[in-house]
Structure formats: structure tokens, C-alpha cells
């Protein structure tokens, strides 16, 4: 065992084993989905195999990595236990800022604590991210979760802890990000939709039935029914995703799937 890792292994440490480790900036990301998918194990990076990954996100080296490479990664980083732990992990050592800026952006960023105790959007969206893992393992869903509060990364300061608009905001973030990642139609097609229309399912109790059904006419379910499903869990998450608020329930999500089966219910030739 010349590089100590059954050690490693009982104090639950993931580890590089050569200073070679620096030659691929890939491996960054790798150590990164490696710890996603070992979180709950009780794993964690080694301070030194930290530090080497400090030093390829200084370095620049990051930035040679292709738009399909960053996606190959993340998109496998959203089928672990614990895809928060991916993003967090990219932004202790400075990656994310290189990689995913527009999630790096979140951070620092405040909102009402009122309805977020833990304050900075950043926080709230790991822990969107790590409901949204625990409702659902569609990798569209987790990935929808994840930046479904872009726009709120843009706001003004001067507007600060208020995000009125990061619901359209957001729209062309994800566009551009999506675009330049090379993420498939189907994963920023429902992103697209958790963004513009979370807020409003949020406060489904307040909708009058018509806008309601505007709603799900944007969402289509009428032809992609199982589209609605999955939306309404991003906005659990994003719900649950709050400290201290995360086992409150989520009626708004019953609210619109009711009101999708009595429009789905309803005869039409027997009206025309």
C-alpha cells in the first residue's frame, strides 16, 4: 500500500496519489463528482488534493477544458447521491467561478430573509439541489433545479435582497449557458419553464383558475403530461430548499395538478 490508501479509505478520504494529478484539468471536475457521489458515505478531499485543484483553477488551465468535457461531467455529477456536493466542491477551489459562472455568480448574493433564513442565493441553491435529489432521480429535474434561480445572480445591488424580475432574467442566462455547455434540448427545455414560472406556482393559492390554465397551456402538458410532473417537483425543491423549512408541506404542487386532471377530464367534443 505504498500510497496509504487503506488509511485513506477508513478516514473516508479521497486522495491524489502523484503530483501528475495537475497535467489533466479534467481532473478537477472528476474529484469533484467523485465526492458527490461518495458524500454520503462521509467522504471528503484531502487539504493537499484541495490545494493541486487551487492551483489548476489559478492557473488558468480550466479554460482549455471543451464545452462537451464540462457537460460530461456535470451531467454525471447529477446522477450521484449528492449533486450539491459537485458544485460545492468546484466552488471551495475556485472552478466553479472558470466552469459554471453563472451558478458561481449566486453566491454572495442576498435575498429576503423572510422567506429564506439562510440568506445567500448561492446557499439556497445547493440546497435546492440536494432536495431535488432527494424527490426525483430525473437528471433533467436536478439540473433544472440547480439553475432555475439564475436571473437573480444579475440583479442590481441597488435592488438587493428584492429579485422581482429574476424570472425572466434568468431565461436568457440559462439560454446562453445551455448553449455554450452543449446542454441537450430536453434538460433546458424544462429549466426554461422551472424559471419563468416558479414564482408563480409558489403562489398557486392566489392564481385565479384562468391563470391557471395559461400556465399549463405554456408548459403543453395537454401533449407532454408527464412535462408538469417534473416542474412541480423543481418547485418543491426549490420550496423545501430554504434552513429550517425544509419538511414544510407543498400544496401548491396538488393545486395545479388538480386543476390539470379536471381540464384533462373535461369532454370536448361533447361541448364543440
Known amino acids: 500500500d505504498p500510497y496509504g490508501g487503506q488509511a485513506d479509505l477508513?478516514?473516508?478520504?479521497?486522495?491524489?496519489?502523484?503530483?501528475?494529478?495537475?497535467?489533466?484539468p479534467l481532473r478537477v471536475l472528476r474529484v469533484a463528482r467523485f465526492a458527490a457521489k461518495l458524500a454520503s458515505l462521509g467522504f471528503t478531499v484531502a487539504k493537499e488534493t484541495m490545494q493541486l485543484m487551487r492551483d489548476i483553477a489559478d492557473s488558468g488551465e480550466l479554460n482549455t477544458l471543451?464545452?462537451?468535457?464540462?457537460?460530461?461531467?456535470w451531467h454525471k455529477s447529477l446522477s450521484t447521491p449528492r449533486p450539491d456536493v459537485f458544485?460545492?466542491?468546484?466552488r471551495d477551489c475556485g472552478a466553479l467561478a472558470v466552469v459554471l459562472p453563472e451558478i458561481d455568480a449566486l453566491f454572495g448574493v442576498p435575498q429576503p430573509e423572510k422567506w429564506h433564513p439562510e440568506i445567500d442565493t448561492g446557499i439556497h441553491t445547493l440546497m435546492v439541489a440536494e432536495q431535488?435529489?432527494?424527490?426525483?432521480?430525473?437528471?433533467?429535474?436536478?439540473?433544472a433545479a440547480q439553475v432555475h434561480d439564475l436571473g437573480k445572480g444579475v440583479t442590481p445591488e441597488s435592488e438587493w435582497p428584492s429579485h422581482k424580475m429574476h424570472c425572466h432574467t434568468g431565461l436568457k442566462l440559462i439560454k446562453k449557458l445551455c448553449e455554450r455547455v452543449r446542454v441537450p434540448n430536453e434538460f433546458k427545455e424544462l429549466a426554461l419553464m422551472v424559471c419563468e414560472q416558479h414564482s408563480n406556482i409558489h403562489r398557486a393559492a392566489e392564481l385565479k383558475p384562468q391563470t391557471i390554465i395559461k400556465i399549463l397551456n405554456k408548459f403543453d402538458v395537454w401533449r407532454k403530461s408527464e412535462r408538469l410532473k417534473d416542474i412541480l417537483i423543481c418547485c418543491q425543491a426549490d420550496h423545501a430548499g430554504r434552513k429550517g423549512l425544509e419538511d414544510l408541506p407543498y400544496p401548491q404542487a396538488d393545486i395545479f395538478m388538480l386543476a390539470y386532471q379536471a381540464a384533462a377530464s373535461v369532454d370536448v367534443q361533447a361541448i364543440i
Not at 477508513?10 to 489533466?24: G, P, Q
Not at 471543451?66 to 461531467?73: F, G
Not at 458544485?87 to 468546484?90: A, F, H, I
Not at 431535488?132 to 439540473?143: E, G, I, M, Y
Open 10 to 24: 477508513n478516514n473516508r478520504i479521497l486522495r491524489h496519489v502523484s503530483d501528475a494529478f495537475v497535467e489533466d
Open 132 to 143: 431535488a435529489a432527494k424527490l426525483s432521480t430525473s437528471l433533467p429535474v436536478r439540473f
Open 87 to 90: 458544485l460545492s466542491v468546484l
Open 66 to 73: 471543451t464545452p462537451e468535457r464540462v457537460w460530461q461531467e
